[in-house]
């Protein structure tokens, strides 16, 4: 609702002013609390001489801190009140001058705060989840396995790695950076491939998480033309610093020699991002 009332750039408040004892002349002095007190005009003071009031510019005049009454007054006269009406100044805050000192805690809340009135560009960096670290990586060419004994992955070409976490060249593995410890989404894709036209038998794809079992995915196969099998693998998880995250495979094949194909862009994959 809109402000009803006077203009507040007019704002004023009103005091009493010292008593006067009056005597025969028409020049008396001004004082509040027994200081000298300087009105901005006759108009901005009410007086009332012998319970009437008196008329400013025409039954007085003010000089500076004196009242200056248009005749002579007596000493039997009695100066009711004075009252001054003063101007009250209203103080623009400078920029830059509200501290967190000034701001009661917990005072500003959500219901205060107008809708899209904080944008990200106000945020400090970091308040924001960026996604990051982020990471894809990939086979460079076909990795044979032992058959049915769980080996590590060898993704070992990157086709990004934001904050360098992902160690394609040694250990090809993920390990969460300082200070982006969260909540991490992970997917790994490839293909099991058959050697000789023998058959694929069983296969598990699994993520560790430091040098465990963390997640594991199965396929059967019944069928004896199983030459190739598409196996994915998606996770969540929640990582402190310096967790690792790696990829192993274990697949059992009739002709004993397994083989993951990693040839081309897109046939092999491990990804992953931050979220929060």
Request: one cysteine or more; glycine letters at 6%.
């Amino acid at each position: 609702m809109s402000y009803i009332g006077r203009d507040i750039s007019n704002l004023s408040d009103r005091a009493v002013l010292d008593s006067i004892s009056t005597s025969a002349t028409a020049t008396f002095n001004l004082l509040l609390n027994s200081v000298a007190y300087v009105p901005s005009s006759a108009e901005s003071l009410t007086v009332s001489l012998n319970g009437i009031i008196q008329s400013p510019g025409s039954s007085y005049s003010v000089s500076g801190s004196t009242i200056i009454f248009a005749s002579s007054l007596q000493s039997t006269d009695v100066i009711d009140f004075i009252l001054a009406e003063r101007a009250i100044t209203l103080t623009t805050i400078g920029s830059g001058t509200v501290t967190t000192s000034n701001i009661v805690d917990a005072n500003v809340t959500t219901a205060k705060i107008a809708d899209n009135a904080v944008t990200s560009a106000k945020l400090a960096s970091g308040v924001l989840p960026t996604n990051t670290p982020s990471f894809s990586a990939r086979m460079s060419g076909a990795q044979t396995l032992s058959n049915e004994t769980y080996t590590k992955v060898d993704f070992d070409t990157e086709d990004f790695d934001t904050d360098g976490a992902y160690d394609h060249s040694t250990n090809q593995r993920f390990t969460v950076p300082s200070g982006k410890a969260g909540k991490y989404f992970f997917n790994c894709f490839l293909i099991a491939d058959s050697a000789s036209a023998a058959q694929l038998q069983n296969c598990q794809l699994a993520f560790y998480k430091n040098g465990s079992l963390f997640k594991k995915h199965d396929w059967s196969f019944n069928s004896n033309d199983i030459l190739y099998a598409g196996l994915t693998l998606s996770s969540l998880m929640n990582l402190a610093v310096s967790d690792y995250i790696e990829v192993f495979v274990r697949i059992s094949d009739a002709s004993g020699s397994p083989v993951i194909d990693g040839s081309g862009t897109t046939l092999s994959e491990f990804s992953g991002f931050k979220l929060i």
